[in-house]
Every structure is written in C-alpha cells, then in structure tokens.
C-alpha cells in the first residue's frame, strides 16, 4: 500500500464515520468507517517506513592495504563506506 492509498482509505473512512446519515440493516457504517481510517493509518506509517529505510543501501569498497609506517610487518586495511539512495518514482 503506497501512502496516497493510505490517505485514501483514511479518507472514506472519515466520510463514512462522520458524514453518512443512512443506516444498513445488520451492517454498523461508522464501525466500518473507524476499521476503513485505521486500516488506511497504518497504510500510511508502512508506506512513510518503507520510502525511509528500504531505499538506502550502503557499498563497502575495500581499498589497498597500508603498511603501518612505525612496524614495517603490521598491515592495516582500510574501508570506504558510501551510502546510496535510489529514488525511482
């Protein structure tokens, strides 16, 4: 569920919660309207979650080693992390 579909469910649920006067037989619209505006809430927390955490990928180049200046047999390796995002829409 993308976060317009979550703004969309909470959407019609307000509407149904608040703005509908009719009643259904067997059938309770401002119950149906509350599941409709949380269903569409946490739609909307895991769309803000996914666009923030799985659009992130970190890339680890490994670089030459560096012979330690003051002992000539101790190697020392360094790392250069990049961190990338992608933003395909």
Partial sequence: MTIAGGIILIMLGAILTWAVEFS???IDIHVI???LMVGGL???LFGIW???TLRRSAVV???NP???PVVDDDVVTRRR???ERHYNE
Avoid: F
Wanted: charged fraction near 10%.
């Fill in 24 to 26: 259904v037989a067997g």
């Fill in 66 to 68: 560096v012979v330690n």
């Fill in 61 to 63: 180049t490994p670089v």
């Fill in 33 to 35: 309207g509350v599941i």
């Fill in 81 to 83: 992390v990049y961190e």
């Fill in 50 to 52: 996914r666009l923030t």
């Fill in 42 to 44: 946490a739609g909307l």
